[in-house]
């Protein structure tokens, strides 16, 4: 069964550092995702992508965020300058289309970031 | 602000009886409705959609939506140990690219 990928699993860096998030999302799906979960709430929307550009972000997605589809398979997601409030479990997820019966999203299995 | 609220739980419900998890949306534009399951550590798994008033039914479970009453709920029948997890309700319109998701709940079955 077609699943989304994401490496690595875990990332542990220093406070002020770059790090770049990757996930290989389900190969026919055309609408791209990244969510968070800091530990103990909820999921929250970041970014969704389509066509090669930014639909919709949120207000957590702030300047030091940028994502970006270098080739015809993956997915990134850049953190330019890392703060402690970053740590989190970053999922991407794909879904095949909009409207009705379309946007189901399929999640990765998550990349654990902890800032220190 | 979309809001989607559901009661964080845990709700603890007998192996073999029903569990009934419940949702509010503040969005009466939202047009999509989600069931997720996400067990500790892992990923959320979609369970089921529904798009329509009414209720639909994939084995063990149920979903129904009220528009009107901007409500929508998650029946499973026959409770398994195997379905305690944190069950997320998300909601989406469709002027917007983006699935908001609730806090969840924490479904406990007692064996």
């Known amino acids: 069964e077609p699943e989304v990928t994401q490496t690595p699993s875990h990332q542990v860096t220093q406070m002020g550092q770059e790090v770049i998030l990757r996930c290989v999302p389900i190969?026919?799906?055309?609408?791209f995702y990244w969510y968070r979960q800091i530990l103990g709430q909820k999921v929250e929307f970041l970014v969704s992508?389509?066509?090669?550009?930014?639909?919709?972000k949120s207000e957590i997605f702030d300047d030091q965020f940028s994502v970006e589809r270098p080739d015809g398979s993956n997915f990134t997601l850049k953190i330019r300058s890392t703060k402690l409030e970053d740590s989190a479990m970053y999922f991407c997820?794909?879904?095949?289309?909009?409207?009705?019966?379309?946007?189901?999203?399929?999640f990765g299995s998550g990349t654990q970031l902890s800032v220190l | 602000q979309k809001e989607v609220e559901q009661n964080s739980g845990p709700l603890s419900v007998p192996e073999g009886a029903i569990a009934s998890l419940n949702c509010t949306y503040s969005?009466?534009?939202?047009?999509?409705f989600f069931w997720y399951r996400q067990y500790s550590g892992k990923s959320p798994e979609l369970i089921m959609s529904?798009?329509?008033?009414g209720d639909k039914e994939d084995g063990r479970f149920t979903a129904q939506l009220n528009k009107a009453s901007q409500y929508v709920s998650l029946l499973i029948r026959d409770s398994q140990p195997s379905d305690s997890a944190t069950y997320l309700c998300?909601?989406?319109?469709?002027?917007?690219?983006?699935?908001?998701f609730g806090k969840g709940t924490r479904l406990h079955i007692l064996p």
């Open positions: 997820a794909s879904s095949e289309a909009r409207g009705t019966g379309g946007e189901k999203l399929f």
């Open positions: 190969s026919n799906h055309l609408y």
């Open positions: 992508f389509y066509n090669n550009e930014i639909s919709e």
């Open positions: 969005d009466r534009g939202s047009q999509s």
């Open positions: 529904i798009y329509s008033n």
């Open positions: 998300a909601v989406n319109t469709w002027r917007d690219d983006k699935i908001i």
